[in-house]
């Protein structure tokens, strides 16, 4: 076996996909145009001229407009620090040469920023697949340990199709030669 028969590495993105983005952006204008009807509807003054808010008392409409503005603001810039920090992103490896499987995420600043998971190989006692169909569809690959322990390889959010993960599932069974359960 050559060097590159002896490890798989997979990435796994993280938060920076193209509709956090969107989503990010329209949670902010969404929030600050809330927040400025709310409170033009205070100042009985039109902050913004496209929208006439003198028809909007402050109590009770202007007060939820700037509460919901507000909320939605900060739901946007904490989807965009998320992108910012990249959270989720990471890579799963397994190297035959060492041994070990290692399972590297980047997670929350602080003094756990850095999930970085190393198991023997030796440990694995399986790979599962687990697929639900519907409205909210599931596609996760697990590696399943021993002692019961499962531990997700697949990217949360954006599920891959199910051609993928059969292949990928596959492709890692037979790389560390164990059994496929769940397909």
Partial sequence: MTAQELSIRYEVPGARRFGNYIWGSLMCLGGL????????????????????????????????????????????????????????????????????????????????RRIDLQYPIQEIQSIRVEIQEGINPKRIIYLKLRGNREIPLTRAGQPLSIQQIETQAAELAKFLQVSLEGI
Avoid: A, H
């Avoid at 402050?58 to 007060?63: D, N, V």
């Avoid at 620090?81 to 799963?92: K, T, V, Y």
């Fill in 33 to 112: 145009g809330f927040l400025t009807i709310g409170i033009s509807s205070y100042l009985d003054f039109p902050i913004l001229s496209l929208v006439k808010s003198s028809n909007i008392q402050f109590f009770p409409q202007g007060l939820v407009m700037c509460f919901y503005g507000v909320l939605g603001f900060l739901l946007g810039v904490y989807i965009w620090l998320l992108i910012l920090w990249n959270l989720g992103e990471g890579f799963n490896e397994f190297n035959l040469e060492t041994g070990y499987v290692r399972i590297f995420r980047w997670g929350f600043p602080g003094k756990n």
